[in-house]
């Protein structure tokens, strides 16, 4: 073939990353391996940021929590079979939270695959990515790509956002076409997540119903936080005076330093309420389905939500409000000239004076420095730093590190604060924060414990190969939920919770060219903390906390059966 009729050929590694770059794709997070280390390198060329990772879960994770921060899905680039497996598990974590991702796999032949015959890694990944995404695409022919990115991009955006699946057959990334036609081929998508305007009437309902509370509640939740409607949401609440409650992830939309966030009596709030507006947050399991002893039957709930089938999951919705977060608060906002809304004096000052007793009683644990360390004294630090650091996005993973971590370390700004999410689940730490440091170019402070830690931690030699801003912190108690466990056996072998407290996670991050500090006060933990954030290299603090302190399954002890002769 002459050089001449090459030039006016192209293939599908080239044709997809066309497509990618024509869709505004800045950054693919992945593993290479067959059948796409060629259109990794393809990509690098063509100016997408590749950042290559360690384990293709922890890459999942980077994509979907940059769609989270942007709005766009975050792409993850995987091989086949156990390679789309492992990144199977973030996609549906994905899924389930609400992030905007598209998983793409090669795969193998896909006639040996139907007959199976036992190729290498042979899969059907299409049909076993189903269940877990909003949509599974496979593209047999070249120029059939355009058509099948646009889809799975309008998919992960459009709607509740979501991870789509994305198969490309070994055969299609060599398949060969004319470069002119690839070209017409690809294109970019158009309005990919078009608003959804709510019903006039749900509208008026809902403020109707808002403006005979006495005792009126607002929370927020991750979906409210996604939609970047901050500015509406802020002048909502603050108009109206209602105090706010924010779910982990939408901390920050309102900082939580505002005189109007009742987190700090947050049972009686929810328990005493007689309306409550859900702002995109699900009643599920992290509000006790909107059950319990916690809530009152007589509450009356608003909703809203861009999913019609989230309305009456779990309990009656008096007023839904089914639309996109952006045109609902817009018409919320404009609706208070018709309607008065407004909290009691009464339901404000009843709030305020349990705040002021609850905060006095978490200073009283914070501001008590012991030798080891408990989890208070070490987040009391870490939050005193991060007060001048407000810019930092915050990781936060594990049992009572992420449950005193979210009740202790104050968030500023929306969309900062990432966490474990819908599923509750351990090893998005690194992914995270990777994904956050890549997508803002800002610090980030990762709060790990060290059972959490150990998911994802062979990912700090990517932090280091690509030099970001992310500093670790590892709250080593040598144990899962807590390190005193032993051996009801009685043999060598150790408790099914304990891990090594003399552990040196620090030495890990040191060995990869990393700064690394062991922390066992919390001014040493101030000191480094300090170091890492002030220099912009990975650093890894290993911070000894006491094995004794920690609550089992930490704030989910009553979803933890027990055997009988435990009880």
Not at 49 to 78: D, M, V, W
Not at 101 to 130: C, F, H, V, W
Not at 312 to 328: F, K, L, Q
Not at 361 to 385: E, G, Q, S
Request: one cysteine or more.
């Amino acid at each position: 073939m002459s050089d001449n009729n090459t030039q006016n050929l192209t293939d599908g590694m080239h044709i997809i990353v066309d497509a990618l770059k024509k869709n505004d794709i800045k950054t693919i997070y992945g593993v290479v391996g067959i059948p796409i280390t060629d259109l990794a390198r393809h990509a690098q060329a063509e100016g997408i940021r590749y950042i290559g990772f360690r384990h293709e879960q922890s890459a999942g994770n980077a994509a979907a929590i940059s769609g989270y921060l942007t709005k766009k899905p975050g792409i993850c680039l995987t091989v086949s079979a156990p390679g789309f497996l492992n990144g199977l598990v973030a996609l549906a974590n994905a899924t389930t939270n609400g992030f905007p991702m598209i998983l793409i796999s090669g795969s193998s032949d896909r006639e040996i695959i139907d007959l199976q015959q036992g190729d290498y890694e042979e899969l059907d990944q299409m049909t076993a990515a189903k269940p877990y995404a909003k949509a599974s695409f496979r593209v047999n022919k070249p120029e059939d790509i355009g058509i099948a990115l646009a889809r799975a991009i309008r998919a992960s955006v459009s709607g509740r956002p979501g991870g789509v699946y994305l198969d490309l057959t070994t055969e299609l990334l060599s398949s060969v076409m004319d470069k002119e036609a690839a070209d017409k081929s690809t294109f970019k998508v158009e309005n990919p997540a078009p608003a959804q305007l709510p019903a006039p009437e749900s509208v008026e309902k809902a403020l109707q119903l808002l403006s005979t509370a006495k005792r009126p509640l607002v929370i927020l939740g991750k979906g409210a936080a996604y939609a970047q409607a901050d500015e509406d949401i802020q002048t909502f609440i603050e108009k109206t005076g209602i105090p706010f409650l924010p779910m982990s992830m939408a901390k920050g939309l309102l900082p939580d330093t505002h005189k109007q966030s009742a987190a700090a009596a947050r049972s009686h709030a929810i328990s005493h309420a007689d309306v409550i507006v859900l702002l995109g947050a699900r009643l599920n399991w992290l509000l006790g389905h909107g059950k319990g002893k916690n809530w009152s039957a007589d509450t009356q709930l608003i909703q809203v939500d861009i999913d019609a089938n989230e309305m009456d999951s779990n309990r009656h919705i008096t007023a839904p409000v089914v639309g996109d977060m952006n045109s609902v608060m817009a018409q919320f906002v404009s609706g208070l000239d018709k309607f008065t809304i407004h909290a009691s004096q009464a339901w404000t000052d009843e709030l305020d004076a349990i705040k002021v007793t609850n905060g006095a009683k978490m200073a009283a644990k914070l501001n008590k420095d012991v030798v080891p360390m408990n989890y208070f004294c070490a987040l009391r630090a870490i939050r005193d730093v991060l007060v001048d650091y407000k810019e930092a996005y915050v990781v936060n993973e594990g049992a009572n590190t992420l449950d005193n971590g979210r009740n202790i370390i104050d968030m500023y700004r929306p969309r900062q604060r990432l966490d474990c999410g819908t599923w509750g689940v351990m090893g998005i730490g690194m992914g995270y924060a990777i994904g956050a440091a890549a997508t803002s170019g800002k610090p980030v402070v990762a709060i790990e414990g060290d059972s959490a830690f150990g998911f994802s931690g062979m990912e700090i030699e990517t932090i280091c190969r690509y030099q970001l801003p992310v500093t670790i912190l590892v709250f080593n108690n040598g144990g899962v939920y807590r390190g005193d466990d032993i051996n009801r056996h009685g043999d060598s072998d150790p408790a099914p919770t304990y891990l090594m407290k003399e552990a040196r996670y620090d030495k890990m991050m040191e060995a990869f060219g990393g700064q690394g500090f062991n922390a066992t006060t919390s001014d040493e933990i101030k000191a480094a903390l300090l170091a890492g954030l002030q220099s912009g290299k990975p650093t890894l603090i290993n911070c000894v906390i006491d094995p004794t302190v920690g609550t089992e399954s930490g704030h989910l002890t009553n979803l933890n059966p027990q055997s009988v002769d435990k009880k």
